[in-house]
């Protein structure tokens, strides 16, 4: 299980989040593949606004370790 925490904050106009990860809080970046099927997608980070998908850099590859 990967362990964060999210801070979301608005004046009314503007929002903003905050991705706190603690050292070691991604334990992993993909689930376990089944014999008859498609791999699992890698661990994604991101937001959607107004309908549209934003991910952060290095979502959906091994990279998003790296998160900060």
Known sequence: VNTY???????GT???????YPSGGI???Q????PNGLPDAKAQAGFM?????????G?????IQNID
């Open 5 to 11: 925490q999210v801070a979301i904050a608005s004046n």
């Open 14 to 20: 503007h929002s903003y989040v905050e991705l706190l």
């Open 27 to 29: 334990q992993w970046i």
């Open 31 to 34: 689930g376990e593949s089944h």
């Open 49 to 57: 606004s107004e309908g549209r998908m934003y991910t952060m850099k």
């Open 59 to 63: 979502s959906g590859t091994d990279q």
